[in-house]
């Protein structure tokens, strides 16, 4: 009776070990991926769970909430993460809050090429890769119909007979195109900080004496679009998604790549240093650049994916809108924002406290 009791209590005990065994390995199936608004559309969610068996919990965020929830945990909390290009290496050198990517487990074929180059050289650190192309977009003038004869760079915006008619934001990205625009090249200056405040003194100058130009200086999507629909304002520096959507409203407002370049952005996957399920995270990054489903992300985002085809099954109002913007050449002249040096960022915001300032 005693050695049957001895089984019973090894068999319970067994039962104990391979039950938590198996709650473990259920809640291991778990992704906890940290990204953009639209980036993670329910019904992808959807389909990601139904066809994998893993639970998707989606925290909505952005570049400084990401650096700031991860530099607080050490790199822990979340399995996938989606920061901009430009905000990987030196977040990482400082931090230490991602891992590399495996590029052996990301199905490259699924990717185009040029932007899977682009991301490689601006996340790589130390001969290791941080990041995989995602979502990408780019900012460039809104024009209407009246004025697109006039308005084909940044600094055309302050031509006299624009007076009012004008918006931009005063942020870094206006700075930066009309650096390009005035024929400064403000990345190849980024390591130069002496070169870049020369260029930035030329830019704060050209700004204000813009002044004049400006009906406001936009803060958020929804006012600017509402000025550009009103008639308010005919020319503004903006991104492309609002435009497009303005374009689809009225074809007599448009996005228009600037001569000098539009200004690039790429949001990428990036792995945080302690997540704990890498392979749901893999699982997750080739399920997405599916084209029929990176066609759904950008339904949602109203931006375009890395995805290689993606753009053959959006919406045909979209993909036309897109087309009308980006020929072979503007494509290739897209100025991809590389990583931005430690500070940077305070001098460009000095600069612009004191174009707000000016009379």
């Keep these: 009776m005693g050695n049957q009791w001895v089984r019973k209590a090894g068999n319970w005990a067994l039962g104990a070990v391979m039950t938590a065994s198996v709650i473990g390995s259920v809640q291991a199936e778990e992704l906890r991926l940290i990204t953009w608004g639209g980036y993670a559309p329910d019904d992808v969610v959807a389909q990601f769970e139904d066809e994998t068996g893993i639970d998707v919990q989606v925290t909505l965020s952005n570049n400084e909430d990401m650096i700031s929830k991860l530099r607080a945990t050490g790199g822990s909390g979340f399995d996938l993460a989606q920061p901009s290009q430009d905000r990987i290496v030196g977040v990482q050198r400082q931090f230490n809050?991602?891992?590399?990517?495996?590029?052996a487990k990301i199905d490259t074929d699924q990717i185009q090429a040029g932007m899977l180059r682009a991301t490689r050289t601006a996340t790589d650190l130390d001969g290791k890769v941080y990041g995989v192309p995602a979502v990408w977009g780019t900012s460039g003038l809104i024009v209407h119909e009246d004025v697109a004869d006039q308005v084909r760079d940044y600094t055309d915006l302050c031509k006299p007979e624009l007076a009012g008619e004008v918006s931009y934001r005063l942020k870094r990205p206006t700075l930066i195109g009309f650096a390009f625009a005035m024929g400064h090249d403000p990345f190849a200056a980024y390591n130069d900080t002496e070169q870049y405040k020369k260029i930035l003194a030329d830019v704060e100058q050209k700004?204000?004496?813009?002044?004049?130009?400006?009906?406001?200086?936009?803060?958020?999507g929804d006012q600017l679009l509402a000025l550009l629909r009103t008639g308010e304002i005919k020319a503004?520096?903006?991104?492309?998604?609002?435009?497009?959507?303005?374009?689809?409203?009225?074809p007599a407002i448009r996005f228009v790549a600037p001569e000098s370049g539009a200004l690039g952005w790429i949001d990428t996957f990036a792995l945080p240093r302690?997540?704990?399920?890498?392979?749901?995270?893999?699982?997750?990054?080739?399920?997405?650049?599916?084209?029929?489903?990176?066609?759904?992300?950008?339904?949602?985002?109203?931006?375009?994916?890395?995805?290689?085809g993606g753009e053959a099954?959006?919406?045909?109002?979209?993909?036309?809108?897109?087309?009308?913007?980006?020929?072979?050449?503007?494509?290739?002249?897209?100025?991809?924002?590389?990583?931005?040096?430690?500070?940077?960022?305070?001098?460009e915001g000095q600069v612009l406290d004191r174009i707000q300032a000016a009379n």
């Design 97 to 103: 809050i991602y891992r590399p990517i495996d590029m």
């Design 207 to 220: 700004l204000i004496d813009c002044k004049p130009n400006v009906k406001t200086y936009w803060t958020g």
């Design 236 to 250: 503004a520096m903006a991104w492309d998604a609002g435009g497009w959507k303005l374009y689809q409203e009225d």
């Design 274 to 308: 302690k997540g704990e399920n890498e392979e749901a995270a893999y699982r997750w990054i080739n399920f997405v650049m599916q084209p029929e489903v990176a066609a759904r992300i950008t339904e949602a985002a109203g931006n375009f994916t890395a995805s290689q």
């Design 313 to 347: 099954f959006v919406d045909p109002a979209l993909r036309r809108a897109y087309d009308q913007t980006f020929s072979v050449q503007a494509l290739d002249n897209i100025r991809w924002y590389p990583p931005v040096p430690a500070g940077l960022e305070t001098i």
